[in-house]
């Protein structure tokens, strides 16, 4: 029995372009991963101190050969700061990338929709205050105050969309208002804290990676870890969404749990970033963008590339904060958000109707 042409070549067809496709986005990967390994390197490379890359190198290779203050340079100071850099550019570009999806807004990411300003928020309210929201945090209250105010922002986003006439620009307008709120409180706390606790609230309103420890490094890399292994779950779900709600829910897919569920994720990963290394903006919003210009949608290749997008994106400013100013580090979120404003508003200029 011989196979009908007419039917076998259109398959065929579509195998291939499948394929191909396959191959091309696997390419993206491995360029993402090579781009972030340079960007890596060079933000470990290059810095303050006065240090040749040349010694930077030996003290990485063989640290018992190199001087004390290289070594403690090195593996004290920068070695923490960019694997810092590379664990929380991740964690808000993942975070970016599943808010845009479940809210199937292209402007939607921590920083845009508030829940990064909340959860600055509430970690400056630990340290100001002494006020702790979850009981027995220790030294984690920061962490545990961050989650908690930046959960109940993603739980008032989720609300608001559900709305009847709340459009996606609509949801954009709202969560710059509620950047604006928790900004304006975060202002009130510098305003009565002492002197020791300003710089601090100064550390949590312009992003800084100046003070790395294992804890933090730790802490990011298993929630970020957590998160990446719940949506690599609910992959088909995820991508289902993209259809729209009603396509969704027709396919099955509990449209409102999963959205519920992916921001309160998305609410503890950035509360984590943001107790770690302050409020940093529009990582989150171009690095999902940027993924999705090379491979699409699709989760399995969308979500990684997008991590080593916003990985880089953020060694990169790193990297910008310690050279352009000589002698003097710049808070990153300086950086990042003078980078960013252009990208937001291509992307709003994008969505102009015709």
């Known amino acids: 029995m011989s196979l009908d042409p007419a039917i076998t070549t259109p398959r065929l067809v579509a195998a291939d372009g499948f394929r191909r496709r396959e191959v091309r986005h696997r390419a993206w990967l491995l360029g993402g991963a090579g781009m972030l390994l340079a960007a890596f390197l060079a933000d470990l490379l290059l810095g303050p101190g006065g240090h040749s890359p040349g010694q930077v190198l030996e003290a990485l290779l063989t640290p018992e050969q190199a001087s004390p203050l290289v070594r403690i340079t090195v593996w004290q100071l920068r070695l923490p700061t960019a694997l810092l850099a590379v664990l929380a550019g991740a964690g808000l570009a993942v975070a970016g990338a599943q808010m845009q999806t479940v809210l199937d807004n ?8 508030g829940l990064a300003s909340a959860a600055s928020f509430g970690a400056a309210l630990a340290v100001v205050a002494g006020i702790s929201l979850l009981p027995l945090a220790g030294h984690l209250a920061a962490a545990g105050n961050a989650f908690v105010f930046s959960l109940v922002a993603a739980g008032m ?14 949801l954009v307008l709202l969560g710059i208002a509620t950047m604006f709120t928790f900004n304006a409180l975060l202002g009130l706390l510098q305003y009565l804290a002492s002197p020791d ?20 490094l730790g802490l990011i890399a298993a929630v970020l870890a957590g998160t990446l292994l719940l949506s690599h779950r609910l992959g088909w779900q995820l991508g289902a969404l993209r259809l729209g709600s009603i396509q969704a829910q027709a396919m099955g897919v509990p449209v409102a749990r999963l959205r519920l569920g992916m921001l309160a994720a998305m609410a503890l990963l950035t509360a984590v970033v943001v107790a770690a290394v302050g409020t940093i903006g529009f990582v989150g919003l171009v690095a999902p963008h940027m993924a999705r210009l090379l491979v699409g949608e699709q989760q399995r290749h969308f979500l990684p590339l997008s991590a080593l997008c916003g990985a880089t994106l953020m060694c990169v400013a790193d ?36």
């Open 197 to 216: 606790a300003l710089q601090q609230l100064v550390f949590w309103s312009l992003g800084s990676l100046s003070r790395p420890s294992g804890l933090k």
């Open 106 to 113: 292209p402007l939607a990411d921590p920083f845009t929709l």
């Open 319 to 354: 990297l910008f904060s310690k050279l352009v100013v000589p002698g003097l580090v710049l808070p990153i979120g300086i950086i990042t958000a003078l980078a960013g404003l252009p990208a937001f508003f291509l992307l709003i200029l994008r969505r102009r109707p015709s």
């Open 157 to 170: 986003i989720h609300s608001l969309s559900r709305l009847r006439g709340v459009g996606l620009d609509t």
